[in-house]
């Protein structure tokens, strides 16, 4: 009950940076989890994560436009702000920062981070990075917390962090999951029935891709065909964009597993 009282929802930069800068001068240890709402299992284990290990905890909740393509869903992105400053208020956060678009770029925007190296192979995050910036910027946070559900991202912005000298710890959390293997994502809303009953075959197709390398096959080409006829089978309302092995940490396509 105490925690639930001492939350504060702040929509300007301004605020937010004074409100860190007041803690570090405190020498307090702070955690951000970047976030873009409607709260799920998985966002919960990224929140209760920082308050176990930092004295104060900021969330920032930002559906973030520039990392959205022309044709992406920025508009029809889910949005619950009541339930999700609810959620944060009951996880112990010190700070839920919800900004306006208008509030994190002016309309003059001008610059950008990407980190082109470990983006060429699969989907570019140079909004992501350019966010993900912004907000250590404001908040100089000590350490910041991430799902490991998207490994690209997590990657991306550990380089980003490395590359720029960027004084804060990034924390890859591990995937929260359905009951039946589903990873837990805010966009899974947008499944039919059909396809919700379907989508737990991509993760089967990836134990089933680990499992033929654990048993002694080394060449990548032939895994992807593996998951490729798998899914063709198990998952046939589903389109690939891409399935790819490569190195966990620079991201580049691997054609011999190591
Ligand atoms: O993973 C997300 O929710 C977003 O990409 C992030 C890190 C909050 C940046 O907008």
Redesign the pocket.
């Known amino acids: 009950m105490e925690m639930e009282k001492t939350m504060q929802i702040i929509h300007s930069p301004e605020a937010l940076h004074s409100v860190c800068a007041e803690w570090r001068r405190q020498g307090l240890k702070t955690a951000l989890v970047?976030?873009?709402g409607y709260y799920h299992a998985g966002h919960a284990s990224l929140i209760s994560y920082a308050r176990s290990v930092a004295d104060k905890v900021i969330v920032s909740l930002?559906v973030?436009p520039t990392?959205f393509g022309p044709n992406e869903d920025l508009e029809a992105y889910p949005r619950d702000f009541e339930k999700d400053s609810a959620l944060v208020r009951e996880l112990g956060g010190d700070v839920l920062y919800a900004p306006e678009p208008e509030n994190m770029y002016a309309p003059d925007h001008a610059t950008w981070v990407e980190v082109p190296a470990l983006a060429n192979t699969l989907c570019g995050l140079r909004g992501?990075c350019t966010?993900?910036l912004k907000l250590f910027m404001l908040a100089q946070p000590s350490l910041a917390v991430?799902g490991e559900k998207?490994w690209q991202?997590l990657a991306i912005i550990k380089k980003m962090v490395s590359d720029l000298n960027v004084p804060v710890e990034v924390v890859g959390r591990p995937i929260v999951r359905e009951a039946d293997g589903l990873a837990l994502s805010s966009r899974n809303v947008y499944l039919t029935p059909e396809e919700r009953a379907q989508a737990p075959q991509i993760r089967k197709s990836l134990e089933m891709a680990a499992g033929l390398a654990a048993g002694g096959e080394r060449d990548a080409a032939r895994i992807i065909e593996a998951v490729r006829g798998y899914l063709a089978e198990h998952l046939p309302t589903g389109e690939e964009d891409y399935i790819s092995i490569v190195d966990p940490a620079v991201l580049t396509k691997v054609d011999r597993i190591e």
Do not use: E, I
Request: net charge negative; aromatic share 16%; no cysteine.
């Open positions: 970047p976030t873009m930002f973030n990392q992501v966010v993900v991430f998207d991202q």
